[in-house]
């Protein structure tokens, strides 16, 4: 199993849940899991419903089993100034450079440069063992950029080549990428049943395999469960007032003649949906990726739901 998971997906598709429900599962039977958080977004803190993050790495939640999820909002300010402290020794020096504003910039002028402190600061979580000798953590899982943005971000040996061909900077490139290309790492991609964000999912899938960047899962959020079966699909699109009406009518519904329009149009609206489902499941099946559905939690993304989310991702075998 890859103990470094990294989560992307197109925005809206509740990326951030799923990282957090991902790492609520592979943290059970005493596992220790750490939630990386790499957009500054804080979308973690407020899934778990605690104060921001600091940059520290942090008990956020138990699983079952005893195991523990630890989070970390990752800086890119602060861990240039870590970067700078553990290969030159500048110390307060760095924080001198913060002051005058030399941080901002190189962070920002060079964002191949902030890739690498974002992606190196994970990969070290990924390498770092205890005084025993076994892991700090058992699994590091990241909630990454879009599926827009994931391989450029992860391809940070290309994205620092033009800046540093020598020097620690490069060396840091290189440690990175000999994690992110090797079966330590598995990269998920999180979508809807919706035509855009499949195609975003495709796209990204086949960027990651040209990079040869390790593709993971695909994982499919808030399907909605299908409230008609096939035959009351397919009378959707007939017409059969008289039958409803009748039968409405015999149930003792009062006003059974005026709910069969609404209902008529309702069920419409559903066997179009089933059927635009069952085309994007179909583009999904030709990418020749594992996929997973996980439910449309109507109650919304609590701390319940993302302890049900992690239920049905243990039960599907996803990170496995």
């Not at 899991?33 to 008990?59: C, S």
């Not at 990241?142 to 540093?164: H, K, Q, S, Y």
């Not at 999912?201 to 990079?211: K, M, P």
């Not at 069952?278 to 559905?293: H, S």
């Amino acid at each position: 199993m890859s103990r470094l998971q990294v989560v992307s997906g197109k925005g809206g598709t509740g990326k951030t849940t799923v990282a957090a429900a991902l790492a609520l599962a592979l943290a059970t039977e005493g596992k220790r899991t750490l939630l990386v958080e790499v957009e500054g977004r804080q979308g973690i803190a407020q899934l778990f419903e605690t104060e921001a993050l600091p940059y520290e790495e942090r008990k956020i939640a138990v699983a079952p089993g005893g195991g523990e999820v630890y989070a970390l909002a990752i800086d890119a300010e602060r861990a240039l100034l870590d970067y700078l402290q553990m290969f030159y020794k500048l110390g307060g020096a760095g924080r001198a450079l913060k002051k005058l504003g030399a941080i901002d910039f190189a962070t920002t002028i060079a964002p191949g440069v902030r890739d690498v402190l974002l992606t190196g600061k994970a990969c070290e979580a990924v390498r770092r063992r205890e005084k025993q000798g076994g892991y700090t953590y058992d699994y590091v899982v990241m909630d990454a950029p879009p599926t827009g943005r994931i391989t450029r971000f992860l391809n940070v040996n290309d994205e620092v080549a033009g800046l540093a061909r020598i020097g620690p900077i490069h060396n840091q490139a290189q440690a990175v990428m000999r994690v992110l290309k090797s079966p330590e790492t598995a990269v998920h991609l999180v979508t809807l049943l919706e035509e855009m964000p499949v195609q975003e999912t495709a796209d990204g899938i086949a960027e990651l395999q040209e990079a040869e960047l390790p593709v993971g899962q695909v994982i499919v959020n808030m399907v909605r469960p299908h409230l008609l079966d096939e035959a009351a699909v397919g009378a959707a699109d007939g017409d059969h007032r008289d039958d409803i009406a009748k039968a409405l009518a015999a149930t003792g519904v009062p006003g059974a003649t005026e709910l069969v329009s609404p209902l008529l149009e309702q069920a419409a609206e559903h066997a179009q949906r089933v059927e635009l489902e069952r085309e994007q499941r179909g583009v999904l099946e030709k990418l020749k990726v594992p996929t997973y559905e996980l439910p449309y939690l109507g109650e919304g993304a609590d701390i319940a739901g993302l302890y049900r989310l992690a239920k049905e991702l243990r039960k599907l075998g996803v990170g496995a």
